[in-house]
């Protein structure tokens, strides 16, 4: 697909890191499927996946920790 940030560029299947961050937490998650433009580097996660790293987010949260490293699995 086209991406819609910088208008040139197209989108392949790829992984990528995503930072989370809420109040003293900050979750990284490697790995993460995505579609990553060619061009720029921007992504675009499916829905299952950002349900996924949101849930990721809320549990570290929950727990309290100030960093978490997770190496995302989507089944």
Known sequence: ????????GIT??????????????????????AEVCQNCGHYYLDSETTAKVLQT?????????????VNLKVA
């Open 1 to 8: 697909m086209e991406c819609s940030i910088c208008k040139v």
């Open 12 to 33: 392949m299947p790829g992984h990528v890191t995503v930072t989370l961050e809420k109040g003293a937490t900050i979750v990284l998650l490697k790995q993460v499927p």
């Open 57 to 69: 987010g809320q549990e570290a949260v929950k727990k309290g920790a100030e960093l978490e490293v």
